[in-house]
């Protein structure tokens, strides 16, 4: 099962009573109190651990605690302090305050650790409070309590490519192609119930991270199918790629005005995102209508086929792929950096696709930096 988004409470341990007692042997008259410190409650702690994928191993309503301080002891001895509780998150985990909205961590990084909540602090043993005109003290400090907070957890997977499109359009099968994800493919819409990460290579030492989410379809900022609930997991991806099915029976316009419609209402910073565009299942469309097709489709988003021999597109298809991915080299940002029909079934540009995003992936890492 795959768990995007939980809410728990977490308690520090209180710390531990100080102790009351003197000392007392057989040769020693009148030895004094020698009662030790309250150990301290443990901390609350969050790990990031990239062999974490999901949140699905927090149950509904949890209430996690860390150990409490054990009570001092005599011979002026401090009681054990409580364990600290690690709460163990996957790569892309926020913690928000449940009543203010307030991002509290940003767990990107495999091992990075993040203090939480402090146990409270033992209480003093009677030893403390012996005076000249107090010789005997019968009192200690009681620990200090721990604190309680109520969190949520909001899992927002990290890539740097984010598939876009309506439902069966053909981003499962990419991803399969292209990375060592297996999603299900099936023949019906919204067979992508959850998201999906593959690492997608390009050589013997060079990859990046696809993103497949449910299928989107009008209406999705607003509640409507399964991609309001994912469209989340796309916010930290730099690089979207639409893909518009050249096979649907939805009109080719229709396709990408909805979906950059709908993720520019979902947020404002995915609206302004470097975007490509792949024209998918160019296989099924009758050989005689895709020069049509696809030179119709470029007319509509303002751009016209050319040639880049760098990339590796099929020239014997109409394509367009601008020159740089660079915006200091000429690199339009408004426009996208290539519009390709492909085939995942056939592998058709398969290839030319994958070294293509990897120009803007690596684009986008210096700039980054």
């Known amino acids: 099962m795959f768990t995007d988004s939980v809410e728990l409470t977490v308690s520090s341990g209180k710390g531990g009573q100080g102790c009351v007692s003197f000392r007392r042997?057989?040769?020693?008259?009148?030895?004094?109190?020698?009662?030790?410190?309250?150990?301290?409650?443990?901390?609350?702690?969050?790990?990031?651990?990239?062999?974490?994928?999901?949140?699905?191993?927090?149950?509904?309503k949890m209430h996690i605690k860390a150990d409490n301080g054990a009570q001092g002891e005599s011979s002026n001895m401090a009681g054990k302090s409580g364990f600290k509780k690690v709460i163990i998150v996957p790569p892309g985990t926020q913690i928000?305050?449940?009543?203010?909205?307030?991002?509290?961590?940003?767990?990107?990084?495999?091992?990075?650790?993040?203090?939480?909540?402090?146990?409270?602090?033992?209480?003093?043993?009677?030893?403390?409070?012996?005076?000249s005109t107090n010789q005997r003290p019968t009192y200690a400090q009681p620990g200090e309590k721990g604190e309680t907070r109520t969190i949520k957890l909001d899992l927002k997977l990290i890539a740097d490519v984010g598939l876009v499109g309506f439902p069966n359009v053909g981003k499962s099968t990419l991803i399969s192609t292209v990375s060592n994800a297996r999603p299900e493919i099936a023949n019906y819409e919204f067979t992508t119930l959850t998201p999906k990460l593959g690492q997608v290579n390009i050589g013997d030492f060079e990859s990046f991270i696809m993103a497949d989410i449910p299928g989107i379809i009008g209406g999705a900022h607003e509640g409507k199918g399964l991609g309001i609930q994912f469209l989340r997991h796309i916010e930290r991806t730099k690089i979207l790629l639409f893909m518009v099915d050249l096979a649907s029976y939805r009109d080719l316009k229709e396709?990408?005005?909805?979906?950059?419609?709908?993720?520019?209402?979902?947020?404002?910073?995915?609206?302004?995102?470097?975007?490509?565009?792949?024209l998918t299942r160019v296989d099924i469309v009758p050989q005689d209508e895709i020069n049509d097709l696809v030179n119709g489709f470029m007319e509509i988003i303002g751009v016209k086929a050319n040639k880049n021999s760098e990339i590796g597109f099929d020239d014997s298809l109409p394509y367009f792929v601008q020159k740089s991915a660079d915006e200091t080299l000429g690199y339009d940002k408004t426009l996208p950096y290539f519009v390709a029909p492909i085939s995942s079934a056939t592998h058709k540009n398969?290839?030319?696709?994958?070294h293509a995003l990897f120009n803007l992936v690596q684009t986008n890492r210096v700039y980054s930096k």
């Open 255 to 278: 396709q990408i005005e909805t979906l950059k419609a709908e993720v520019a209402a979902f947020s404002e910073t995915l609206a302004h995102s470097s975007y490509a565009i792949a």
């Open 96 to 131: 928000i305050d449940a009543e203010s909205g307030e991002v509290l961590f940003d767990m990107l990084k495999d091992g990075q650790e993040e203090l939480f909540i402090t146990g409270g602090k033992g209480g003093l043993g009677n030893t403390h409070f012996k005076s």
């Open 350 to 354: 398969i290839d030319g696709l994958k």
């Open 25 to 60: 042997e057989k040769f020693v008259i009148n030895g004094g109190p020698n009662g030790g410190d309250g150990g301290k409650g443990g901390d609350i702690w969050f790990k990031c651990d990239n062999n974490t994928h999901t949140l699905s191993h927090f149950q509904k």
